[in-house]
Nanobody, 123 residues
Framework: QVQLVESGGGLVQPGGSLRLSCAAS????????MAWFRQAPGKEREFVAN???????YYANSVTGRFTISRDNAKNTVYLQMNSLKPEDTAVYYC?????????????????WGQGTQVTVSS
C-alpha cells in the first residue's frame, strides 16, 4: 500500500504561482508513474500531468508551458510547479500513483490517490 499526502494549495491571484507537493509513504515510488489530476466544482476529474519512472512527462494541453511536474525519488515526493495561474485552474488537485508504470491519462489506471489540496485562483 502507498499513502499519498498533498500539500501546498491555497489562494493565489491570476498570474501567480504555486508549488504542490505529494509525499508518498508505505513503499518507494521510484518505479511508479506519478500523476496530478484536478477536479473543479461540477466537473469531472481531469488529467493534468504525469511523470514516468523513465523521466518522460506528459501534460494536458490546458497546462502545457505553465505547469511542470517533477519528482525526487530519494524523498519519495512528487511536485507540481504551477505558473501563470488562471481562474480556470481553480480546482482540488489530486496526486495519484500507477504501480504499473504506464503512460495512461485515465484516472482508473491509477491505484493510489491522495486526499486532494484546494487551489483557488482569484483576485
Amino acid at each position: 500500500q502507498v499513502q499519498l499526502v498533498e500539500s501546498g494549495g491555497g489562494l493565489v491571484q491570476p498570474g501567480g504561482s504555486l508549488r504542490l507537493s505529494c509525499a508518498a509513504s508505505g513503499r518507494g515510488i521510484s518505479a511508479y508513474t506519478m500523476a496530478w489530476f484536478r477536479q473543479a466544482p461540477g466537473k469531472e476529474r481531469e488529467f493534468v500531468a504525469n511523470k514516468r519512472w523513465t523521466g518522460s512527462t506528459y501534460y494536458a494541453n490546458s497546462v502545457t508551458g505553465r505547469f511542470t511536474i517533477s519528482r525526487d525519488n530519494a524523498k519519495n515526493t512528487v511536485y507540481l510547479q504551477m505558473n501563470s495561474l488562471k481562474p480556470e485552474d481553480t480546482a482540488v488537485y489530486y496526486c495519484a500513483a500507477d504501480p504499473a508504470g504506464g503512460t495512461s491519462v485515465a484516472a482508473f489506471r491509477y491505484n493510489y490517490w491522495g486526499q486532494g489540496t484546494q487551489v483557488t485562483v482569484s483576485s
